[in-house]
């Protein structure tokens, strides 16, 4: 009977990990696929947002550049939304920001952060963890 239950929490955890695996590398040929269609664009820094984080006992800042940009529908004014530990933000209010807009909705946007590109993609690279993490379980509990 243990042997069966076992099987079964293997092929829960390979399954389930191969299936988080799978949509992780959908969601990121999708992301990469719509920025390549979205307008290029320069903006510049005209504000910067800060919160406070807090992970167990450990307290920290994080920052987002406010951006102001003209793009196809106008000018725009905003954040992306993707938020930097403050030890490593590199911007300053008046810096020159690269970035790539939608063209149909110009109020969504990637500031594009020289050196943290791969920021643009934490959800789907969590996912891909996720999926991978599962994987190594179920094969854990298949060689023990």
């Given at each position: 009977?243990?042997?069966?239950?076992?099987?079964?929490?293997?092929?829960?955890?390979?399954?389930?990990?191969?299936?988080?695996?799978?949509?992780?590398?959908?969601?990121?040929?999708?992301?990469?696929?719509?920025?390549?269609?979205?307008?290029?664009?320069?903006?510049?820094?005209?504000?910067?947002?800060?919160?406070?984080?807090?992970?167990?006992?450990?307290?920290?800042?994080?920052?987002?550049?406010?951006?102001?940009?003209?793009?196809?529908?106008?000018?725009?004014?905003?954040?992306?939304?993707?938020?930097?530990?403050?030890?490593?933000?590199?911007?300053?209010?008046g810096s020159k920001v690269s970035l790539r807009y939608s063209p149909t909705n110009n109020n969504k946007f990637y500031?594009?952060?020289?050196?943290?590109?791969?920021?643009?993609?934490?959800?789907?690279?969590?996912?891909?963890?996720?999926?991978?993490?599962?994987?190594?379980?179920?094969?854990?509990?298949?060689f023990r």
């Amino acid at each position: 009977m243990m042997g069966q239950e076992l099987i079964r929490i293997v092929k829960i955890c390979f399954s389930s990990g191969l299936i988080m695996l799978l949509i992780g590398i959908i969601l990121c040929f999708m992301k990469s696929s719509r920025l390549k269609k979205w307008e290029p664009a320069v903006g510049e820094v005209v504000d910067i947002k800060t919160r406070k984080r807090k992970a167990k006992f450990i307290e920290y800042y994080e920052r987002v550049p406010v951006v102001k940009f003209n793009g196809s529908n106008g000018t725009v004014i905003g954040d992306d939304g993707i938020y930097i530990i403050e030890d490593a933000f590199p911007y300053e209010i008046g810096s020159k920001v690269s970035l790539r807009y939608s063209p149909t909705n110009n109020n969504k946007f990637y500031v594009i952060h020289e050196g943290f590109s791969r920021q643009m993609y934490i959800n789907e690279l969590l996912i891909l963890l996720t999926g991978i993490s599962l994987i190594i379980v179920g094969v854990m509990f298949l060689f023990r």
